[in-house]
Each structure stands twice: as C-alpha cells, then as structure tokens.
C-alpha cells in the first residue's frame, strides 16, 4: 500500500490551514503592502523545493511555498476585512521597503 499520496495530502491541508492565521496576522502587524516580499519568498520557496532530492521533503516544501504566494494574493483582501470590522485593526503597521513604489503596482488577488 502506498501512503505517499495521503500523508502528503494530510499534510497539505495542515500547511494551508496554517496560512489562514499567517494571512491574518502578517496583515495586522505589517499591512498589505508586504506582499511582494511574501510572493518573493513564496517563489523561493517553490524554486527551492525543485533542488531537493527527497520526494516527501520537496512536495511539502513545495506546498509551503504555494502557501506563502497564495497568502500574499489574500492580503489586499484581509486589510478590506479589517477596516470592515471583521477583524482587528491595527494602525501602526510596519512599513515595507520601498512602500511609495509598492503604493503604484496592483495588489494580486486570484
């Protein structure tokens, strides 16, 4: 029997779960300009996993990067959830390098 597929799904799940809170907190702390930064080290992330020779290791760290670039398309979102109420706001956020020229390019969102 093979378990590879199902372990790996487990795990999956657990990492993007794990994605939920780093969306909500990496907003309130750093805000929604960050997210070059995140889908820079996302990417990273992903190309790294490519040069690891362990099938089980590389798909997991393959699937935190994903989390890490799909988590940087929700944070536009979650800073509009915050100023809604929905969740805590933060006003002294963390500025990002480079935040005026980060100001002019568009958010992702998927």
């Not at 990496?26 to 300009?33: I, K, V």
């Not at 099938?55 to 398309?73: N, R």
Request: zero cysteines; charged letters at 15%.
């Amino acid at each position: 029997m093979n378990t590879f597929g199902l372990i790996i799904g487990i795990v999956t799940l657990f990492i993007i779960g794990l994605g939920f809170p780093l969306v909500i907190h990496g907003e309130r702390y750093f805000g929604y300009l960050w997210w070059p930064y995140m889908m820079g080290l996302g990417f990273f992330i992903i190309a790294a996993s490519l040069f690891i020779a362990n099938d089980w290791l590389s798909a997991i760290v393959g699937v935190l990067g994903g989390t890490f670039v799909w988590g940087s398309t929700e944070l536009k979102e979650q800073a509009v959830r915050a100023e809604l109420g929905w969740y805590s706001f933060n006003g002294k956020k963390i500025r990002p390098p480079f935040e005026e020229i980060i100001k002019k390019w568009k958010a992702p969102h998927l």
